[in-house]
C-alpha cells in the first residue's frame, strides 16, 4: 500500500546542507500498522510527511495505493491525497465549527452530496464513539474527544491510509489505551493501512505489525514487533528495548559480576509455548543445581508473550556445565551476564 524507494530529503540551513533522510526505503503492506521509531530528530516527522507530500522528497520514489505522487500533476496529487487521512499531535479542528461539521469538512471540499455528508458523518461519529458530541464544539471536548474527531476527519474521504503523527503524545495514558484501541478497531474493521510515527514504545508494542527505527536519517532496522522487542538486529534497537524493559540487575548484583566465578549469573527470554513451560524446573531435577530468581516478568507483544528472567545458577561446576549446555538446547534465549563468587 505504501512503498517508498531510496528517499531522501534535504535542507538548507545556515549555508550548509542538512540531510534529514537518506536513502531510505520501507514497504508498508494493505492492512498493516506500521511503526516508526527513533530518538528526537532521527526524521521521523520527515519521513511521514514524505508519504502524501507534505514533504517532497529531494530524490526517490513515493508509492500509494499504486500511485507514484511525486510524478503526478497539481490536480491528480490532490485527488490522490483524498485516499491519505492524517492526524497530529495537536487536532487542528476548527474552533468555530461543531464535531460533525469538523467531520464533513473534507467532504464539503470534494463536492459530496449534502445526503452522503449526512450519512457519512453519522457513520464515522458512530465508530469513533462521539454520538452524544455531534452538536459539541471542540472547546467542550477532552483531548481525548478531539483526537476522536480528528481521526473521524481523517477517514471522511474513505481514506485508505492513515498518516499519525505522535497523535497519542499529548493524551494522558488511560486516554491513550483508549485511542490504541480505536485506531486498532478501525484497521480491523475498515482495513485501513496506518503508518504512525511515535516515541512512546508502548504505543508500538500495543498495536503496531512491525516496526523501523530511524538514527540521524538513517534507516537501521525494519523488523517485526515481536522480534524487535525480543530480539532487535541494531545497537540502537538493543539501547530502546533496554531502556522500556528496565530489566537490569540490581546494583547488589552487578557489583560482584566477574568474568568468572563460582556461579553464571543468567538472563533468559521465554517466549510463546516456552513461557508456559517449566523449564528451570526441569533444570533443577535433572541437573541438581538450584535456580535463584533475581528479577521476572511477563509482557504481551502483539500477538505474542515473552517472559524475562534474571536468574543465578547455584551447584557444582561440572552439574552447573551440564544445565547451561541443556539450557541453550531448549527454545529459550540464554545469556551469561556474569559470574558470582560463592563466598560473596
Known amino acids: 500500500m505504501i512503498t517508498l524507494n531510496n528517499i531522501s530529503k534535504t535542507f538548507q540551513q545556515g549555508g550548509r546542507t542538512v540531510t534529514a533522510l537518506n536513502n531510505i526505503t520501507l514497504n508498508v503492506a494493505a492492512g498493516e500498522i506500521y511503526g516508526v521509531v527513533g530518538e528526537s530528530g532521527a526524521g521521523k516527522s520527515t519521513l511521514i510527511r514524505c508519504v502524501n507530500l507534505l514533504e517532497r522528497p529531494s530524490q526517490g520514489e513515493v508509492i500509494v495505493d499504486g500511485q507514484d505522487l511525486t510524478k503526478l500533476s497539481t ?7 483524498h485516499n491519505i487521512g492524517m492526524i497530529f499531535q495537536h487536532f487542528n479542528l476548527l474552533s468555530g465549527r461543531t464535531v460533525a461539521e469538523n467531520i464533513a469538512l473534507p467532504l464539503e471540499l470534494i463536492g459530496a452530496s449534502k445526503a452522503h455528508i449526512r450519512e457519512k458523518v453519522q457513520n464515522l461519529i458512530d465508530l469513533t464513539g462521539l454520538s452524544e458530541k455531534a452538536n459539541y464544539f471542540p472547546s467542550q471536548l477532552s483531548g481525548g474527544q478531539k483526537q476522536r474527531v480528528a481521526i473521524a476527519r481523517a477517514l471522511a474521504s474513505e481514506s485508505k491510509v492513515l498518516l499519525s503523527d505522535e497523535a497519542t503524545s499529548a493524551l494522558d495514558p488511560k486516554t491513550t489505551d483508549a485511542i490504541l484501541s480505536l485506531l486498532k ?12 510515527i511515535t516515541h ?16 540521524r536519517g538513517e534507516l537501521v532496522e525494519n523488523n517485526t514487533v515481536e522480534g524487535f522487542f525480543t530480539a532487535p538486529q541494531s545497537e540502537l534497537g538493543k539501547h530502546f528495548v533496554e531502556q522500556i524493559q528496565k530489566f537490569d540487575l540490581p546494583e547488589s548484583y552487578s557489583q560482584r559480576l566477574r568474568p568468572n566465578g563460582d556461579y553464571p549469573v543468567l538472563k533468559l527470554l521465554f517466549q510463546g509455548a516456552a513461557v508456559d513451560e517449566p523449564v528451570l524446573s526441569s533444570l533443577a531435577r535433572q541437573f ?25 545458577l547455584i551447584g557444582e561446576k561440572e552439574k552447573i556445565s551440564r544445565a547451561l549446555n541443556w539450557l541453550h538446547s531448549q527454545p529459550l534465549k540464554t545469556e551469561i551476564l556474569g559470574y558470582v563468587s560463592a563466598n560473596d
Open 200 to 215: 512512546e514504545m508502548e504505543v508500538v508494542k500495543k498495536i503496531c505489525d512491525k516496526v523501523a527505527l530511524l538514527d
Open 288 to 312: 541438581d543445581v538450584n535456580v535463584s530468581i533475581i528479577q521476572a516478568k511477563v509482557e504481551h507483544i502483539a500477538t505474542i508473550t515473552a517472559g524475562f528472567m534474571i536468574a543465578e
Open 185 to 196: 478497531e478501525i484497521n480491523q474493521k475498515l482495513g485501513v493501512t496506518i503508518l504512525l
Open 75 to 81: 490536480a491528480a496529487l490532490f485527488k490522490a491525497r
